[in-house]
């Protein structure tokens, strides 16, 4: 967690830019199932402060080469301004209903954060 | 791939907005090897045609829930404006050049594209 970090090494990453990708992998994979959470994330975490690039997607069949990773059915691509933006968004009453109306229809979720350099 | 699809399902995959996100986990791990990585995306990947969307970051440490997939080093965040324009890409001496130059430095890569809805 950024706030166990010495303050120095917290201050740094908290002002850098941050991508925020989540892949789901639903409970019953079906073209409604991922059209359902697919309008969730439009519904529910597009337009919060902060954000500088938002995209949802679904797996992409016809890319099924050795190095694709293909265990997930919806993609979130999300890249906040600053580190501090994706932590008010992690909180945000908009992000928690999400979470509560969507969580059925997955079973597993990969998030990726990296520090846009 | 694509090419193997019937006509009618590629047409509709290939004119659909992609994002080719990259994960690469390095063979020896140092700050001087993730900027290497990093400068070698920045070098060679930007600037293709139909790119909407570029980012390249390195894992970010402070972020470690049990949902964080931390197995990399370096992302990289690409969305084409087409499938076409990534399956140009794909093939493009630039691309190419990177993967000549750089491919010694990772020992994983994980590839997940999706179709943006």
Chains 1, 2 share one sequence.
């Not at 740094?12 to 697919?38: G, M």
């Not at 994330?41 to 992409?60: P, R, S």
């Amino acid at each position: 967690m950024a706030d166990e970090l010495p303050n120095s090494a917290a201050d740094t990453s908290k002002s850098a830019p941050l991508a925020h990708i989540v892949f789901f992998t639903l409970a019953e994979p079906s073209d409604a199932n991922r059209a359902k959470l697919v309008e969730g994330c439009k519904k529910y975490l597009d337009g919060h402060d902060g954000i500088v690039y938002f995209g949802v997607g679904v797996n992409a069949p016809e890319y099924a080469r050795d190095v694709n990773d293909r265990d997930y059915d919806v993609a979130l691509h999300l890249v906040f301004e600053t580190v501090r933006h994706q932590d008010a968004y992690q909180t945000h009453p908009r992000h928690v209903k999400f979470v509560e109306e969507c969580k059925g229809l997955w079973k597993k979720v990969r998030v990726f954060d990296s520090r846009l350099k």
